[in-house]
């Protein structure tokens, strides 16, 4: 079994690599091998809460997990700013690479990460989970339909959490050295990847920012939105910030059906998900109600989907490392349009709402 | 019982009249008076086919039905460019008015006929039946609730649906001499007025449409959107369109809850009406799931909201004709604000997105 099993490092005792962890953990093909902290401390303590297996290393230091030569993939939850210097030394060092998003500060840092990883031939893949939930599949089958959803004419995503006065002043996330892109880096990010995964990943022609950006007094960005428009004349928006409840809604209309739901980021169950959906939607004949009514659909989800990407990224990984397959790009092309995709909105919201055009 | 029945007559034989006629018909304090069209023979058949008891006055020109001093309300679907000659005129003959949306073709008529309405002490009321559901004051409990709801932040609204193609060619929405407003003014309408009623009718300081806009070639809107922003930062957007699946979605995101609907214009069901609501949403320890999970809400409504709206209508012109009150200002206000905006937005839409100050 243990020859089959990818074996990750962790770069750093972020909150978020707990989750991670558990997921590597739940995977059948991926072992917790590896924690490197700047603490031997914090590493030592991380490794002991988060069930990794008594042999695991315990590194003080990032550096000392890539020069471990029996790690074979990484997976880097740093902030932000720091993504450049550690992917690039990683890929450098020929570990695979599974990469918080967003992935870089901007897609010119993304692309030097890309150059050393296609170099490399190592696999990246950034952690945006929801892409791996089978609910996810399920809900792509519908919007490709051509009979039960048509073409996308518009879409809203929202993703809104209600940060406390802690996170406000000190999270990673409101820190211009840190994650610089702030909400939009973080929330904004996955309503971006919904958007772009509707429309099948066919870039916007062009972006305009949503007037009401708020900024913190560092000048981060904790509140904004914007519009998307496509060549086609499909449209979308969105809405992400650290200001409002908790809310992760996506609305996508299209030419004869709709889909609808409100937990795309994170499943409101670990074990099963759900979506509703509308097709060829009318009324009854003195318009009191629908005919027919939308359905619900659950999947069930055993294996929770940050493990499903786990797995997925380590299957990737062991082809490369066993079957001598080449990375598989279309990971890293996502990441890239998300990330090309942020920086044309950033680039609207400094302009104060001008269009930017992505052609 | 008689006496306490408000007599409306109908003017036209628009296919809404029917839905309203009915509503007439289950309303306790309203009855079927009379009808008039251009055609009698139109009138009369409109009468038997939509249960008009035998004694009702079929009429075969709107001035009759006017004319008729036992009519105290008269309901008028007639398209929108036709509003103000006949508002104006029913309002002359102290004519009590339930108008169909949207009110007028702009703000400027539609405070002529509320002059009128003001001269004549006429009630004036909107048919905006959505307002009258029972479920939409549940909501408005939920959304005034500073512990369960909190501050409005940001709001979605959308309401399209996927006009045929004798639609697009015929229908009087798309028609620049009688519905000029177009997907605007139609569904427009009921995405503007959703974002009023959550935002307690405060106006946006300004609105901006956002790009995208689809004209026909007559120059009428069949798709568009916007973004509204007022003075303590809430956002706003709304895109309403004749070229997608029926959808009628409502986001609605505060500091410290969310609202959720599908079907807040017309409810998927007549006898009863749903909404999601999640407070203090946060995660499981792990971030795998949610706590709490958001609660889901059914209100009864026995009574359909076109019936619920013809009721409140009648018992404020019973109240003016038997106790001698003055006409309810809040209907006719909601109305105007929800006007005020809309031309605010087609504005912004010929200037190109141009934002459009409403202060």
Redesign the interface.
Known sequence: MSETQIRFGILGCAE?A??VS?AITLAPNATLYAIGSRSLEKATKFASSNNFPETAKIYGSYDAVLDDPDVDAVYIPLPTSLHIKWAVAAAEKKKHILLEKPVALNVGEFDKILEVCEKNGVQLMDSTMWMHNPRTKKMKEFLSDSDKF?DL??M?A?F???ADPDFLENDIRVKPDLDALGALGDAGWYCIRAILWAADFQLPK?V?A???T?FNKAGVII?C?A?L?WED?K?A?F?C?F?????M?I?A??????L?L??YV?????KQASF?T???????E?????VP??SQHTVMTDV?Q?ACMVTEFSRLVKSIKNDGSVAEKMWPTLSRKTQFVLDAVKVSTEKG?E?VSLS
Chains 1, 2 share one sequence.
């Open positions: 978020i707990r989750k558990r048509g004419k518009s809203n929202v809104t959490f209600a062009y305009t949503l007037p009401g708020v509140a939105g519009s428009h004349g449209v928006t809405h910030s200001l409002a409840n908790l809310t809604t609305t209309c299209g030419t004869k059906g709709s609808h409100h937990d994170i499943p409101f169950e670990e509703s509308a097709t060829e939607s009318g009324f009854t003195l318009v009191t109600g629908w009514l939308p929770p940050e709402g269009a």
